[in-house]
């Protein structure tokens, strides 16, 4: 069984990646072709250093780098010569012990070390500039070209060709399928092509009309010249050391230094602009070094590693490889094209993992590690704009070693989307930040006034925050509150397919009543959660789907027979969640829906004042009250309708405090495609005796087997999502979502941890930055259990 035929274009630590992983799987009939030589090919691979540092805020990031790690010592491609990030700023030192947590979260062994400790790992440095360090004794070199080479030979001796000198000039297209390349040398026919081009990605995929978010930039790396305090004949003898404060980071090589450098201006190069291996000096993906960008970083280099005072800079280049618009890689199937995948913007560090990840998407169709965050399909269409994706590579490239609050937004480009309420919403003083191009109000000035319960945030939480954010909660829980809900992507499903269609792609049961609303799952085969939905149906074939983004649309389009219309509906529609105890007082004299006989879970269409509605009675708050959609031009008048009867606006601050009050989850944070529904808490959206659906059997199985359970915290102090949590001084678990609960005056973390640590009254602790934060496994919910606040 050789598995369908493959093409894959690229033989940088990516493409080698995937065919060794391609036909460990039984993949036989593979191609690789590259336009260079192999192993060396002339693109980033055969150039970069090959630094492995492995921690990362992202846990399938995390989880791809530790994998290459184990792959490439297998290989012998790897220097396991350990790595330490220094802080040279309290802040930074702060920032190391966050990275401390995450390594510790997904289950990667890390020290923090003192100042001296820093110095004797590395005696480079000086001790005077250095507050101290965080070290992974895994962390080390990767060699990028030799472990090409060594998973080349492994997927040759399989079966699989690789075909140096071969350029692809066009990837062949027939009725939405991919049929084969065209190389300079002839053409060779495929079921599957995967582009693993690199820098040169974006051309390649535009050869199937696919816009592929990615810029190549030019980066520096410098050497010295040799250095009597290294040892002169030995690969590499120190860590690899990482100076975010300014931009930098070091291995050593045969006595020499290797100094790379993020704090240079942006120097994006168009794909199109690449020169070929033949006219290339030396390799296509190097530019010439330009030593004035280099300068700051030399002075820098000089006064924390004073042996190179009496060095120099011996050579340079400017290497290229490529940033994306959110730094995540772009992995997945085209949507347009079936059969054209890609495998893009990857560094050395994660190539292995991805590598795998993509080859057991292909074979099994899922990967065993959650992807949502790599998914190519993830992008909303403007996140696709050449301007846009310019300006937000570049603008990675500036941030890479940066110091990012969870809740920082984009500064640049914004506003981009705006729901119809955001002139009025600017009117009240609202404080926006940014979700999927959004300008989401996170607070709202006017509401400066409002009695907020005491609690004063450590001093991460008291970023992006005002007391106004209490004030707004208590607002909700004690009146009603107008929230903007535009920002949730909202799909039309319809023809006469439709409710079959549901049926098979959600755990509900969607085959009810006109005006039902149904919470439930979209799952895996494996079962593994892959968003969470409320389905309304409005009419016999006609729904409307509240769902969590571009990756959900794409899961519909991807299973949507020829009788079922997907559309997005989000631009031209807006919503406003209307929430709170005196909910009713406000919309009833506005409505001619009678919302008393509108039970939860229910929805009506009718009109506020003279705005046409659809009214779902949902609330991710836990209060009384309706989701209020109606068409973008309406917007501004369903706004002025409710505020002329005195309500007031409430942002996501005290959106996000009420919904944990409540525990309800959010996909993407709380449980993601690697978890299952009863795991999550969430079984009681699975409807098992509806019939069959897409992952039905896997949860079945997975039902009996619950072994960690998604947990409710309280504590005294508030954290920030992502940090371990121990018990008996060992790491069992990680947060996910955090935030203060004004009603319930403490703060809440929701965190993964082994099932038999989920139990009320279990002490644990959390790490937070260089502190252990008590806290207590709680019932959930912590608001309203009995539900009567929903239901009244
Ligand atoms: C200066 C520098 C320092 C770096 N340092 C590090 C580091 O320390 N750690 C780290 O993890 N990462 C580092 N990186 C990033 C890392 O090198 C790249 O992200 C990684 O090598 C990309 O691998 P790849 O296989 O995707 O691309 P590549 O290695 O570029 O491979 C793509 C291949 O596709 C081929 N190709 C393209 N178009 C065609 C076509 N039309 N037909 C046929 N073949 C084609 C190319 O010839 C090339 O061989 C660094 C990069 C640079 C430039």
């Not at 190391?96 to 790992?121: M, N």
């Not at 690449?274 to 960008?293: H, K, Q, R």
């Not at 809740?407 to 009117?427: A, C, K």
């Not at 809440?748 to 252990?772: H, K, M, N, Q």
């Amino acid at each position: 069984m050789a598995g369908p035929s493959v093409v894959v274009i690229g033989a940088g630590v990516v493409g080698a990646a995937l065919a060794d992983e391609l036909s460990a799987r039984g993949w036989t009939d593979v191609t690789v072709v590259d336009q260079g030589d192999v192993p060396a090919t002339g693109g980033s691979s055969s150039h970069a250093p090959g630094l492995v540092f492995q921690t990362n805020g992202s846990k399938a990031m995390a989880e791809m780098a530790r994998y290459t790690v184990e792959k490439f010592v297998g290989l012998g491609a790897f220097l396991q010569v350990g790595g330490l990030e220094v802080a040279t700023t309290p802040e930074r030192l702060r920032e190391l012990h966050r990275r401390y947590g995450w390594a510790t979260s997904w289950g990667l062994e890390a020290e923090l070390l003192s100042p001296e400790e820093c110095v004797v790992r590395h005696p480079l440095l000086d001790a005077e500039r250095v507050l101290g360090g965080l070290f992974l004794a895994s962390d080390g070199l990767a060699l990028a070209v030799p472990a090409v080479a060594a998973q080349l030979a492994r997927a040759q001796e399989r079966g699989v060709r690789v075909l140096a000198r071969h350029e692809v000039l066009d990837v062949v297209a027939v009725d939405g399928r991919v049929t084969g390349v065209v190389t300079d040398k002839g053409e060779i026919s495929a079921d599957v092509v995967v582009c693993c081009a690199g820098i040169w990605g974006p051309r390649v995929a535009r050869m199937v009309g696919m816009e592929l978010p990615l810029t190549p930039l030019a980066h520096q790396l410098a050497w010295t010249g040799r250095l009597p305090e290294l040892a002169g004949d030995v690969v590499a003898s120190l860590p690899i050391l990482r100076h975010q404060d300014a931009d930098l980071y070091y291995r050593d090589r045969n006595g020499t230094l290797g100094v790379g450098y993020y704090g240079h201006r942006p120097m994006p190069v168009s794909a199109d602009d690449i020169l070929s291996v033949d006219a290339a000096e030396v390799m296509p993906s190097l530019t010439a070094f330009t030593p004035d960008d280099f300068a700051d970083a030399w002075t820098e280099t000089q006064s924390l590693l004073p042996a190179t005072r009496t060095a120099k800079v011996e050579e340079g280049v400017n290497g290229l490889f490529s940033f994306t618009t959110d730094n995540m890689p772009l992995m997945g199937e085209s949507r347009d094209v079936r059969g054209f995948w890609v495998a893009e913007a990857v560094w050395v560090t994660h190539s292995a993992g991805v590598g795998r990840a993509m080859a057991e998407w292909l074979v099994d169709g899922r990967s065993s590690i959650d992807l949502h965050e790599c998914d190519v399909n993830r992008f909303e269409r403007h996140q696709l704009a050449p301007e846009y994706v310019l300006a937000r590579g570049c603008q990675n490239y500036v941030e890479v070693y940066d110091i990012i609050h969870p809740l920082q937004p984009m500064e640049d480009p914004r506003p981009l989307r705006t729901s119809p309420f955001h002139v009025r919403q600017r009117e009240l003083g609202a404080y926006f930040l940014e979700a999927s191009g959004w300008e989401r109000p996170h607070w709202y000035g006017v509401n400066e006034g409002l009695p907020a319960p005491s609690y004063v945030p450590n001093d991460w939480a008291a970023r992006y925050w005002s007391p106004i954010v209490g004030a707004e909660a208590k607002a909700t829980r004690e009146g009603v509150a107008l929230y903007d809900m535009t920002a949730l992507k909202r799909l039309e499903v319809s023809g006469p397919g439709a409710t079959a269609f549901l049926q098979r792609l959600t755990t509900g049961d969607v085959d009810k009543s006109i005006g039902s609303v149904t919470y439930c799952l979209l799952l895996d085969g494996d079962g593994g959660i892959r968003s969470d939905v409320t389905v309304a149906r409005l009419g016999a074939d006609h729904f409307q789907v509240g769902a969590n983004g571009e990756l959900d649309l794409d899961w519909f389009e991807r299973h949507r027979p020829g009788d079922v219309f997907v559309r997005d509906i989000t631009a031209g529609t807006c919503c406003l969640g209307v929430w709170g105890p005196r909910a009713r007082e406000l919309v009833q004299p506005l409505t001619g829906v009678d919302l008393t006989a509108l039970r939860y879970f229910r929805g009506a269409r009718g009109y506020v004042g003279h705005v046409p509605v659809t009214m779902l009675r949902l609330s991710y708050v836990g209060e009384l009250g309706w989701e209020i959609y109606t068409t973008a031009d309406m917007g501004l008048k369903l706004w002025d309708t409710f505020m002329r009867e005195g309500a007031i606006a409430a942002g996501r601050g005290a959106f996000a405090s009420l919904r944990l009050e409540k525990g309800y989850r959010s996909f993407g944070v709380d449980m993601t495609f690697e978890h299952d529904p009863y795991e999550a808490g969430l079984g009681f959206a699975v409807k098992l005796g509806k019939g069959d659906f897409i992952g039905r059997d896997a949860v079945v199985e997975r039902k009996e087997s619950v072994r960690r359970k998604l947990t409710c915290l309280v504590l005294d102090d508030v954290v920030m999502g992502k940090e371990p949590v121990y018990h008996d001084g060992r790491a069992v678990g990680y947060v996910t979502s955090a935030a203060y609960g004004y009603t319930i005056g403490r703060g809440i973390a929701y965190a993964w941890l082994p099932a038999e640590l989920s139990v009320p009254g279990t002490a644990v602790r959390i790490g937070y930055f260089d502190r252990l934060v008590e806290a207590v496994v709680a019932a959930e919910p912590l608001f309203d259990p009995a539900m009567e606040r929903l239901r009244g």
